[in-house]
C-alpha cells in the first residue's frame, strides 16, 4: 500500500488530491481554470433547447429552457419576454427558464425571432 494517498482525514477532513493539503485550504484550486460550461452541466455551444417535463411536477408540463448565452439580469429579462408571449407564469433557476405548460412552438419562433438558433429536444 505504498502508492495509496490520502483522501480523507479525521483531523481535517477531505484532502485535495492534487497538492496533499486539506480542501478549504488548497492552492492548486484557485489555480485551476473551470472549463466553460452552462448552467446545470448542459452543453455551450450556442443552441438554445427546448424540452417539455412533467417528472416530478405531479404531471403537470412544463417547458424548460437552457443554453441561452445569457446571466443575471439580462436571463431574467429574456425569460419575462417568453413568459409575455405565452401568456403564463414560469421562473429561472440555475440558468435554466422553466415555462409553465407545453408552449414549444410558440417559444421556437420567438426564440428564432430573437436571433438565437433553437432546437426542440424530445419529442
Not at 9 to 28: E, L, M, Y
Not at 30 to 39: E, M
Request: contains cysteine; aromatic residues 4%.
Amino acid at each position: 500500500m505504498g502508492n495509496s494517498r490520502l483522501v480523507y482525514s479525521t483531523d481535517t477532513g477531505r484532502i485535495c488530491p492534487d497538492c496533499g493539503r486539506p480542501v478549504n485550504a488548497c492552492r492548486c484550486k484557485k489555480q485551476r481554470k473551470k472549463p466553460a460550461a452552462s448552467a446545470a452541466g448542459y452543453p455551450d455551444d450556442g443552441t438554445v433547447r427546448l424540452r417539455r417535463e412533467v417528472k416530478g411536477r405531479a404531471g403537470k408540463a412544463v417547458t424548460t429552457v437552457w443554453g441561452v448565452p445569457l446571466e443575471g439580469q439580462a436571463l431574467k429579462q429574456f425569460a419575462k419576454t417568453l413568459k409575455q408571449r405565452c401568456g403564463t407564469g414560469g421562473s429561472v433557476k440555475a440558468g435554466v427558464i422553466v415555462i409553465q405548460g407545453d408552449h414549444r412552438e410558440t417559444l421556437a419562433a420567438e426564440i428564432k425571432k430573437q436571433g438565437y438558433n433553437v432546437k426542440v429536444a424530445g419529442g
